[in-house]
Nanobody, 120 residues
């Protein structure tokens, strides 16, 4: 049974930091690219960051988070991370992690999401 479980969300003041985690199970994590997406109230879900599989991965970021967010992965722990610094109120939303065997073909598995709220 495939599972992606996000954690680490919460309420933080603008300028603060949070670290999200995504624990994966039920598939071969090493071979999957991992991504983070977010959805603000009344908005569509949008891409935040992704990192390829460990054998040839590279990180990519949305322009809105470049220089502030860092995506990483620990294959020994089957976990992906999103370090978020210098948070802004517009970063508020539900953050989802996802796994893709081929990022170009889309994401195969999704987590349930974790809420991030940034107060001004």
């Amino acid at each position: 049974q495939v599972q992606l479980v996000e954690s680490g969300g919460g309420l933080v003041q603008a300028g603060g930091s949070l670290r999200l985690s995504c624990l994966a199970s039920g598939f071969d994590f090493y071979y999957y690219a991992m991504g983070w997406f977010r959805q603000a109230p009344g908005e569509e879900r949008e891409f935040v960051a992704s990192v390829g599989w460990s054998g040839g991965g590279y990180p990519t970021y949305a322009d809105s988070v470049k220089g502030r967010f860092t995506i990483s992965r620990d294959d020994a722990k089957n976990t992906a991370y999103l370090q978020m610094n210098s948070l802004k109120p517009e970063d508020t939303g539900v953050y989802y992690c996802a796994a893709a065997y081929d990022r170009a073909a889309g994401y195969d598995y999704w987590g349930q999401g974790t809420q991030v709220t940034v107060s001004s």
